[in-house]
């Protein structure tokens, strides 16, 4: 049972601290992705896991095993690795069964073995080539197929994706996903792709500046972000973030014109605390001026197909909404927003955590469909 | 590109060939006196065109000059540079890139200074170190006491002796230590991804696994580049044979060999010189170097442009 | 510098030990021994040796044949690099034109390199000779005008054309390697503002070789100054009256002939000091050797 249990890890380069207090349990056979913009710790978290790089404090177990002191090759880990790194001067086969050839398998075994795992892959007819002579996909393969071979009990994934084109990864993702469905070995995957973190994942671990942000389902960490920066992270386009203040008299949030957004407010949160309101561009529609929360100005309507952008731009704060609608709009012209109340997300604004709302918001927040 | 330059491509041509004619006269010039007689050699008018005796003078030239073991010795003194310098280049620069450790910079200081200290500049001293190699041990075990101490508790007298004069490892061993190799094995390790390395790790190879199983193998153009450059280097060795090495019938070296065949005084005793001879012993000396070269030239180009920097 | 690395083991210490080893032997010993019998007086059949000082450099500077050496040094020096360098760079510019044929006329002048420079004396003693090559001629029309083994500029000159001659296979080689990498859009754009080969020769490729230029000057010299003794050895022996006495070869001629193990110490630590500073020139200074990229 290769369940990972992460307990308090740091990392500190020098006097720099990097990465500090991660608490992770992944559960055998989980499929986790770590997600995070570039330099927030996640690749470092995956090679501490890996054990590319040392802990400098903390514990990480791998399969009831502390390996803390463990070199990579006694983790029982494989690795797909951004680039892949291929050996360039070895054939596919080669490449693919190295890690047996050190482990001293025998000559025969490997072969079957190399050749049942790039069939797996689709790559039966490529045994031969040099990784030069590939296409990034098979390449991409030749990856996948080189850390599968060893039936390792975890996979760990380095952004394998982002080496290749829009249509090609969505293919990888799905073949990954399936792979994994397949062998059921426990598997960690770092990306900065929003998309390719909430389509893959079991659970997802969002990262910021080297501590843990949040960790849920992906919907959870869609329907109820723990903090401002998941909120503005996850979501495309990102939240809107509105600053107001609670009004128990108003039974909502006053907003910085005096205009009012219904919230059903949590118990015990004092009249006039400061907070920040997050509006999912999906979960605000335009309605007439004067008719919705608040009026904003029209700047621009990009056309995106199924739906239509608005960005507005309320109080010199731009505020963006998506519609079904095609709206007969100029720029400049005013138009009014409506929200409704059990979408709207609280956070506080001084710690930028969120603010639970009342109990009934949160039920009809579940039912939302993942993008 | 179409341009159309034919007088500037007709200058081009007459320059080139002018430069290629001041090239090759001396050698043409040497080639002409290996084929010719002693006297066709030493009488006026000065022979243009090659004669009809290259074949007896190289028979000559070699027997006079006892070629044979010679060109096995070179031979095998430069297989010895070319392979210990690509090893050490090698291996040295794989621990300086590949391994954390303090004093690296200091090390690789170290091996560039060497860069300084040309075997020309310190030649006296370098060959008082080859009469014995261990004398610098020696030296430094008297100074510190040592010597003393080994000889008081144990009673056997400290002489540390290892004479490498008149001996194939005291012919390669100084010439092995490369700065330059190590500096283009170092530049061509710093090219390989993070990510290949620890691929290797994750696949459970150490580093002398990953040395031999991905480095070496993806280094071969390097190897190729390096050995040209310094088999050329070590075939041509002049001034160190010809000190270490006073046996010439076991040790000698065909290019010290040719200090021999100055046609002077001292060779000829005040007879006619013998040009011919001596032409078709520089032919024989210098072709095996220039073969290489040729056909070698791509990695040759490439080792040389590589390592001096 | 490089974030995967091995942790340092026995391995790394094997590893590295040989070469250094090596240079500790023959390098840093020797040299340590030469600035040893700089400043004391060493007999060579042993007997323990004296401190000194400064007196070894002071006879030998005070020696003229000293100077004499230093200055024929400094003649073989500029004279070789001049025309090995000039001729070296009118061959590649022309090569680099890249006409028919222009990869023979490559390896037509690339091969004297693979030339040892004994050889390369020997066969120069041949041509120079005033009996036997085509100097005989002169010696035909004024008898005894040409003997380089009795006029001292004979012999410089001689020495200088064998030198430049064996020098310009290395500096047309590097030439040639910074014209090919210039660029082939940037030749394009010259042809597209209008300008022809000889002028792009003289707008773009000299102003982009610049930093080569000083790359193989400094090279050269330093190589004229340590690379000389075969020429030397077979083709003059240093003289005639010591007029070839180049310092590399007065060092061995001293150190080796005359026993005098301190003063030809002084002379290589003289000598290693220049190196030192041509080669400290050329990292310093000469570092960034192509400006366009």
């Known amino acids: ?371 | 590109m179409i341009e159309r330059t034919p007088l500037l491509n007709i200058a081009t041509h007459l320059i080139l060939i002018l430069g290629l004619v001041i090239i090759l006269v001396p050698i043409w010039l040497a080639f002409v006196a290996a084929t010719h007689t002693l006297q066709a050699v030493n009488s006026a008018p000065v022979e243009f065109w090659p004669g009809d005796q290259l074949w007896p003078n190289l028979k000559e030239a070699w027997v006079q000059s006892d070629f044979g073991p010679k060109f096995v010795n070179t031979l095998i003194v430069s297989t010895g540079v070319v392979v210990g310098k690509i090893t050490l280049a090698c291996i040295t620069a794989f621990a300086l890139v590949f391994f954390t450790f303090r004093g690296r910079m200091l090390i690789f200081w170290a091996i560039f200074i060497t860069l300084m200290l040309p075997l020309e500049v310190r030649i006296v001293p370098t060959y008082a170190v080859a009469a014995n190699a261990l004398s610098p041990f020696q030296t430094i075990m008297d100074a510190t006491g040592i010597s003393w101490l080994i000889a008081t508790l144990s009673g056997v007298e400290v002489a540390l002796e290892w004479n490498l004069l008149n001996s194939y490892t005291g012919l390669i061993l100084p010439l092995v230590a490369t700065a330059t190799g190590t500096f283009l094995y170092r530049q061509f390790f710093l090219t390989i991804p993070d990510e290949l390395v620890e691929a290797a790790r994750m696949d459970g190879a150490g580093p002398l696994r990953f040395l031999w199983d991905v480095l070496i193998p993806l280094s071969k153009t390097n190897i190729a580049a390096l050995a040209t450059i310094m088999f050329v280097y070590a075939w041509n060795q002049y001034l160190w044979p010809l000190l270490v090495i006073t046996d010439r019938a076991t040790y000698g070296m065909v290019v010290v060999q040719l200090s021999d065949l100055v046609p002077d005084q001292l060779t000829t005793g005040g007879g006619t010189p013998t040009w011919h001879l001596a032409m078709a012993a520089t032919l024989v000396v210098m072709l095996p170097p220039i073969v290489i070269v040729i056909f070698m030239q791509r990695w040759f180009v490439r080792g040389l442009i590589n390592t001096d920097k | ?293």
């Open chain 3, 1 to 293: 510098m490089r974030r995967a690395c091995f942790k340092f083991s026995w391995i790394a210490a094997a590893l590295l030990a040989p070469q250094l080893l090596i240079i500790f032997i023959f390098f840093y010993w020797p040299s340590a021994q030469a600035l040893y019998w700089a400043f004391t007086l060493e007999q060579p059949w042993g007997g323990g040796n004296t401190w000194v000082g400064f007196d070894n450099f002071t006879k030998v500077l005070s020696d003229p044949y000293y100077w004499g050496s230093v200055r024929v040094s400094v003649i073989y020096a500029l004279a070789t690099t001049v025309i090995a360098m000039g001729m070296a760079l009118t061959l590649a510019i022309f090569v680099d034109r890249q006409l028919a044929g222009y990869r023979a006329y490559r390896v037509g002048i690339i091969w004297p390199y693979a030339v040892a420079a004994p050889a390369v004396g020997l066969a120069f003693q041949f041509v120079f000779n005033p009996g036997a090559g085509i100097f005989s001629y002169i010696n035909t029309i004024a008898p005894g005008w040409w003997d380089l083994s009795k006029y001292p500029w004979q012999a410089v000159t001689a020495i200088v054309i064998a030198g430049a001659w064996k020098q310009v296979a290395y500096s047309f080689i590097f030439f040639l390697a910074a014209l090919q990498s210039i660029p082939r859009s940037l030749t394009e754009a010259a042809a597209m503002d209008g300008a022809r080969p000889l002028r792009r020769m003289v707008d773009m490729q000299l102003p982009l070789l610049t930093p080569t230029f000083f790359f193989l000057l400094v090279i050269n010299i330093t190589d004229s100054f340590t690379d000389s003794f075969g020429i030397v050895d077979t083709l003059t022996g240093g003289g005639p009256f010591r007029a070839t006495d180049l310092m590399v070869y007065k060092i061995y001629a001293d150190g080796f002939r005359g026993f005098d193990y301190s003063g030809a110490a002084a002379q290589s630590i003289i000598l290693m000091l220049l190196v030192m500073a041509l080669t400290f020139v050329q990292f310093r200074y000469v570092e960034r050797r192509v400006h366009y990229t």
């Open chain 1, 1 to 371: 049972m290769a369940e990972i249990i992460i307990h308090n890890a740091g990392k500190t380069y020098g006097k720099t601290t990097i990465m500090q207090g991660i608490d992770l349990h992944i559960a055998n056979g989980e499929f986790v992705v770590i997600l995070g913009p570039s330099g927030c710790g996640k690749s470092s978290l995956l090679r501490m896991i890996a054990g590319l790089e040392e802990i400098s404090e903390g514990q990480i177990q791998i399969a009831g095993t502390v390996v803390n002191a463990l070199e990579p090759r006694e983790r029982g880990c494989a690795m797909v690795f951004q680039n892949y790194a291929l050996y360039p001067h070895m054939t596919v086969a080669e490449n693919i069964g190295y890690a047996l050839k050190v482990a001293g398998v025998a000559k025969a075994e490997r072969l079957a073995r190399v050749q049942a795992t790039a069939a797996s892959v689709g790559l039966g007819d490529f045994l031969d080539r040099k990784p030069g002579q590939l296409s990034g996909g098979q390449r991409q393969r030749v990856a996948m197929a080189r850390a599968i071979i060893r039936e390792p009990k975890v996979f760990l994934f380095d952004e394998p994706l982002s080496n290749l084109d829009a249509k090609l990864r969505v293919q990888m993702r799905h073949e990954i996903r399936k792979i994994h469905n397949r062998i059921g070995a426990t598997s960690i995957f770092v990306t900065h792709d929003q998309h390719e973190g909430m389509t893959l994942a079991d659970r997802l671990v969002v990262m910021n500046k080297g501590t843990i942000e949040q960790i849920g389902t992906p919907s959870e960490i869609y329907d109820q972000p723990a903090s401002l920066y998941v909120a503005g992270f996850i979501g495309s386009p990102a939240m809107n973030i509105l600053p107001g203040h609670v009004s128990i008299a108003r039974r909502g949030v006053v907003l910085e014109d005096d205009s009012e957004v219904p919230v059903a407010l949590p118990a015990g949160l004092p009249d006039g605390h400061l907070v920040q309101l997050g509006i999912r561009p999906e979960h605000a529609t335009l309605v007439a001026p004067g008719q919705g929360s608040f009026d904003a100005r029209l700047d621009m309507i990009e056309e995106l197909g199924a739906t239509r952008q608005c960005n507005l731009i309320f109080e010199d704060i731009p505020f963006c909404l998506l519609t079904e609608d095609r709206p007969a709009l100029h720029p400049g012209a005013t138009v009014g927003v409506r929200v409704a109340p059990e979408r709207v997300h609280l956070f506080d604004a001084g710690t930028g955590r969120r603010i639970a709302p009342a109990t009934a918001a949160v039920r009809q927040g579940r039912e939302q469909p993942v993008s």
